[in-house]
């Protein structure tokens, strides 16, 4: 099996964290498969705000736990978010961001790093207290964050591999 595939089959989400600033250089090699991942038309509308700053992140997170009635919400505590964001009136933008995250998730896997896909945001930008922190992370006011990566080194916790249940059919 080569190294592409191997890394395919053993990624899992990571929601346990410790404490220990990423490699930046690693880092910077994720934000780059980021940016290579395809995109509608090549158009590349997107934008990647990279916050490295636990406690912005925490503000982040602590304002969208209000903005849902969730007290206590942290993204699980992360040390970085990589947060892709694109227009809002792009009619790729949904996609072309996910392809992004795959990315994303697939090169921290590959470098050891955990990663998690955190959803919350989608339907909450334009509240005023997340567009605010938004803006402070100079994401452009047009655009849209409809996911975004939770990074860092794994805590101990043992994640075993996840049963597979989507139906494949071959016809021949
Ligand atoms: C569109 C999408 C949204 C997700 N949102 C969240 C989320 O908000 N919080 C979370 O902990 N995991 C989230 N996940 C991760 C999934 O829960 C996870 O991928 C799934 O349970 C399979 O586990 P695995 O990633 O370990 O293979 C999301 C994944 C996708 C693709």
Redesign the pocket.
């Known amino acids: 099996m080569n190294q592409t595939i191997e890394t395919i089959l053993k990624?899992?989400?990571t929601?346990s964290f410790v404490k220990r600033p990423l490699d930046r250089e690693e880092l910077k090699m994720i934000v780059d498969c980021a940016l290579h991942a395809p995109s509608g038309m090549g158009r590349q509308t997107w934008k990647f705000t990279i916050v490295e700053n636990r406690e912005k992140i925490q503000r982040l997170a602590r304002a969208a736990g209000e903005a849902l009635g969730r007290e206590g919400y942290d993204m699980?505590d992360p040390e970085v978010l990589i947060i892709p964001s694109n227009e809002k009136d792009s009619p790729f933008g949904m996609e072309d961001n996910?392809c992004a995250?795959e990315n994303i998730?697939l090169a921290a896997e590959s470098l050891g790093i955990g990663c998690?896909?955190?959803?919350?945001l989608r339907t909450i930008c334009d509240e005023p207290r997340i567009r605010g922190i938004l803006n402070e992370f100079h994401i452009p006011e047009n655009h849209v964050v409809y996911?975004l990566a939770a990074l860092g080194y794994r805590d101990d916790t043992v994640?075993g591999p996840?049963e597979r249940t989507g139906r494949t059919e071959y016809i021949r």
């Open positions: 990624r899992r989400s929601r699980y996910a995250m998730y998690v896909w955190i959803n919350q996911g994640i996840k």
